[in-house]
Structure formats: structure tokens, C-alpha cells
């Protein structure tokens, strides 16, 4: 199964961006890259999906490298509501959730 | 607020004992998926139901069983409890079985002793 390998954790200040890497060099050519993020005492949040072309939305921006062998989720201006766990997954076309992997994300630390 | 619910927030029970999970979807989805979040597995899916039929079975155990009913709420039922089963369970819906975003509830925290 494809999995997805992220940093254990992160630092940001307020108001700057955040960059927030994954790699998934097992990657097929049908998954798709999604992020969710959760925050403390709540359940994982929708934050946004891709394929292959970069994806904007009024969350964040998600950048997929052109091998697809990594992408980056961008936070333009990091807020203390955005610390969180984020989880980079991938979610195959075929619609098999045995592999819907979360895995063990990056939590976020946003520094006012 | 996804618009998903989840009762009860807190269960606390006893080894050996069996307690239900109930899950109320946001309105007009069809599927509901069931997850589990302890400290050393993180989150991981248990199974999806899609219009009262069950699609896809993740790590789910034995002991373990779910259903969706014709109103499209879901319970999870657990039995012969064990201390590791004490976990966050999530409850997640979508529009459909294929859904890019599914929308997850606040969760049930439950504690074996």
C-alpha cells in the first residue's frame, strides 16, 4: 500500500506561511493527495485534495511536485487556530478504504 | 460544527462488557464510515456503510460490528471489551460511497477499565 511520510512536527510564527511537506514515493498513478488536519479535542478536518495540477482554496494551497513523488501544503498566513495534527493521505480512485491511511502526521505549532 | 453527531461523548465500561456507538450523518449523505484513534495505532478506518449496505471492511475486529439503518443512521456495536479497545471512535459521512470529503463527528471517547 502507498503510504505517505511527513515530519513528526513543525513550528510557525503567526502570520508567516507554513509549509508543510509529504512525500509518498509509492504513489500509482490513480491516488489521489488529500490533506485533512485535526485539531485538538475534534475530529479530522477536510482541508484539501489534489491529483496532479497545484490546488488553491480559501484554506490553503496544495503544491504536487511534478513527479508526484511529494507535495506541500501551504498555510499562507498561519493563524493559533491553524495548530493542529496535519495528515497528508492517499486515497485511491478505486474507492478501497483498507487504504485510507492516515498515518502519523505533522503537528503544527503556531507561535503568537 | 460538521453537521455530523455523535452519542455519547464519553463511555466509560467495564472488560468483558458490550456498548453501542451511535452516529447521526449529515443530512442527505449516504455513507458513514467508522474510525478508531488510540495513542500508539492513530487513526485507523474500521469499516463504511453506503445506503444501509456495508462497502468496505478496514481493521475491524471480530468483536466489532456495525450496522446503518434505513434512516442512514449508524451504530457501532462493541463487545467482550478488552482495556485496549479505549479509544476515540470517530464517525465520518459523505455524499456517496466514491465522495472525495468525508466530514468526521466529534467523537466518542471510550475508556475500559
Known sequence: DAKTTQPNSMESNEEEPVHLPCNHSTIS??????????????????????????????????????????STLILHRATLRDAAVYYCILRPLENNFNKFYFGSGTKLNVKP | ???????????????????????SPRSGDLSVYWY???????????????????????????????????????????????????????CASSVRAGEETQYFGPGTRLLVL
Request: net charge negative.
Open chain 1, 29 to 70: 498513478g490513480t491516488d489521489y493527495i488529500h490533506w485533512y488536519r485535526q485539531l485538538p479535542s475534534q475530529g479530522p478536518e477536510y482541508v484539501i485534495h489534489g491529483l496532479t495540477s497545484n490546488v488553491n482554496n480559501r484554506m490553503a494551497s496544495l503544491a504536487i511536485a511534478e513527479d508526484r513523488k511529494s
Open chain 2, 36 to 90: 478508531q484513534q488510540s495513542l500508539d495505532q492513530g487513526l485507523q478506518f474500521l469499516i463504511h456503510y453506503y445506503n444501509g449496505e456495508e462497502r468496505a471492511k478496514g481493521n475491524i475486529l471480530e468483536r466489532f460490528s456495525a450496522q446503518q439503518f434505513p434512516d442512514l443512521h449508524s451504530e457501532l456495536n462493541l463487545s467482550s471489551l478488552e482495556l485496549g479497545d479505549s479509544a476515540l471512535y470517530f
Open chain 2, 1 to 23: 460544527d460538521s453537521g455530523v453527531t455523535q452519542t455519547p461523548k464519553h463511555l466509560i465500561t467495564a472488560t468483558g462488557q458490550r456498548v453501542t456507538l451511535r452516529c
